[in-house]
Nanobody, 125 residues
Framework: QVQLVESGGGLVQAGGSLRLSCAAS????????IGWFRQAPGKERDFVAGISRAGVRTYYTDSEKDRFAISRDNAKNTVYLQMNSLKPEDTAVYYC??????????????????WGQGTQVTVSS
């Protein structure tokens, strides 16, 4: 099992940046692929970015790939999401999630076994 704790959310003006962190417990962190998802009020939870076990391979939705960057430091059991040029529509609760699969083709929520509690990101206009 792995437990995940997100941090780094907050209030930022449009055009600003935030770096989210996802800290994991357990000695098997490097065996999980990690995804970042977000959920805005009244909307479904959507995939944002994903990273492979070793951090070599990443995947983004088209709308985020030029603004967000996912990375991981397995020595620190932490995954990061650097978010730049933030827009009001980025406002949501951001979650990290872990899957024991070697990779994901669709990055669907139900592929992920472990979830953090989420961190709120609010972007003001």
């Amino acid at each position: 099992q792995v437990q995940l704790v997100e941090s780094g959310g907050g209030l930022v003006q449009a055009g600003g940046s935030l770096r989210l962190s996802c800290a994991a417990s357990g000695r098997t962190f490097s065996t999980y692929i990690i995804g970042w998802f977000r959920q805005a009020p009244g909307k479904e939870r959507d995939f944002v970015a994903g990273i492979s076990r070793a951090g070599v391979r990443t995947y983004y939705t088209d709308s985020e790939k030029d603004r967000f960057a996912i990375s991981r430091d397995n020595a620190k059991n932490t995954v990061y999401l650097q978010m730049n040029s933030l827009k009001p529509e980025d406002t949501a609760v951001y979650y990290c999630a872990a899957s024991g699969s070697s990779w994901s083709r669709q990055w669907l929520s139900d592929e992920f076994d472990y979830w953090g509690q989420g961190t709120q990101v609010t972007v003001s206009s």
